[in-house]
């Protein structure tokens, strides 16, 4: 598998190249660079060959989002939606939907998934869109915030209430009462095509409720999330890369009094502090993608531990990048300034790090008697 995933990482090269700057500045992708990604299989990499995908394993996806994360952020995040999207349908969707979403998912169409409310962001209790039955169909109200990738989808992936449970349902995003508005300059992964959705009597057939609706909030939550947060993760790693790649270049070919910089003591040690970064990020990524992988329970704290390790050491690595270029790297669309600002951003979504804290304490206080 990562012989063939080395193709697919060519492909990307390929057809990003020097670009992202140019995209950064815009705020916008290139639509028809994520049709082909799409059609390629590579914005959801572990769907299975059966179903169109490329079948990877957690291990060989992550390394391939950490080479697209390093690359661009944006671009990244597109894939943890596609992502979030594919592995949702695979978790609760029938055989029925299973076959033909994630034909979709894997055939160039693209998919945004939305979570979080104005009053509803972590605290679950206060989501109010509702998924309501309406005669043989359903109808969905409700208004959503900061949803990734939402002015490029085709179809969007929405949790709300459902019944006594909630469920997810996939909404087409030309469907009447569906109002996508575009964030205006976000601080980061600015070409992310984020948006705040407006659901206004959006009425669908039964059959674009996953698995039929009635599940627990919780559980589809977390399950969705878990996904998102591994892919984040790996994400931060490439942002590190990019970063210790760009500051090593500096430092050994900038001369500063009379000798390069990487001479120097004090920047030798910001070096030495982003290779640190980069290991830690890595093993803790790898070791939750094993986690993924062999079924593990404890694989949603594993998740958890790599995204906010992961985002805290990326949103480091990227401001020590930015001190040592100095004013080369304050450039706005250069590498090291897109990795500040992206940086940062993942310190917040899928789980702030406070959130992801207080997870972590809870489960060590669960190990004491």
Known sequence: MADALA???????????????????????????????????????????????LGAGSLDNGELTAYVGGL?????????????AAWTVRRFGDREQRRRLLADLTGGRLAAVAFSEPEAGSDLSAMRTRISPDGGGVVVDGRKKWVTGARYADLLVVLGLHGDGAAAVVVPADAPGVHVEPIAAPLGCRAGGHANVRLEG??????????????????????????????????????????????????????????????HQLVAG????????????????????????????????EAVLAKHVSAGHAARSAATAVQLLASAGAE????????????KLMEIIEGSNEICRLILADHALAGVD
């Open 7 to 53: 193709d697919e990482r060519a492909f990307v090269g390929e057809l990003v190249g020097d670009r992202p700057a140019a995209w950064d500045l815009a705020g916008e992708l290139p639509v028809e660079l994520l049709q082909k990604l799409g059609a390629k299989g590579i914005l959801c990499a572990e769907v299975p060959a059966a179903f169109g995908g």
């Open 72 to 84: 661009c952020s944006s671009l990244r995040s597109i894939m943890t939606s596609q992502g979030i």
């Open 202 to 263: 959006v009425r669908l057939p039964a059959s674009s409720v996953l698995g039929g609706g009635g599940q627990p909030l919780s559980m589809l939550f977390t399950t969705a999330l878990t996904y998102g947060r591994m892919s984040v993760a790996w994400g931060c790693v490439g942002i590190i890369r990019a970063c210790l790649e760009s500051a090593t270049g500096h430092a050994k070919h900038r001369r500063q009094a009379g000798r390069p910089l990487a001479d």
């Open 270 to 301: 910001q070096l030495a502090d982003l290779l640190v970064a980069e290991q830690v990020s890595t093993r803790v990524c790898e070791h939750a993608s094993r986690a993924w992988e062999s079924g593990s329970p404890d694989l949603v704290i």
């Open 332 to 343: 706005d669309g250069h590498a090291a300034a897109r990795a500040y600002r992206d940086a």
